[in-house]
């Protein structure tokens, strides 16, 4: 995970104050996902914005009580639901 860190890192270094970057990862596991966005946003000062903005088409009502988007602030994609992998996505801001 420190290579996520790193990368993630860097690109947010490499962003203007104010710009956005998008972290994703193609793994449904917390410790890839989540932790490392935390973690780095703590580090760095990065705020985490909304992701599900991202998927205007997962908003619905029968998106939100299936559970599709109870991973916000982030947003986590599963096979069997979306016919992708688990891609995981998050939004900083710097």
């Known amino acids: 995970m420190s290579l996520q860190r790193d990368l993630l ?6 962003t ?9 990862t193609c793994s449904p596991h917390p410790a890839e996902t989540r932790e490392v966005v935390l973690s ?8 985490v914005e909304d992701a599900t903005a991202l ?3 997962l908003t619905g009502e ?5 559970g599709t988007l109870d991973s916000a602030p982030f947003v986590q ?6 016919g992708t992998d ?3 996505f998050a939004v900083l801001r710097r």
């Open 86 to 88: 688990a891609m995981f």
């Open 62 to 66: 029968g998106e939100r009580e299936s």
């Open 16 to 24: 203007r104050p104010g710009g956005v970057v998008v972290y994703s």
């Open 40 to 47: 780095v946003a703590e580090e760095t000062g990065a705020v």
């Open 77 to 82: 994609l599963w096979p069997h639901r979306h």
């Open 9 to 14: 890192r860097s690109a947010l270094r490499a």
């Open 55 to 57: 998927f205007p088409e």
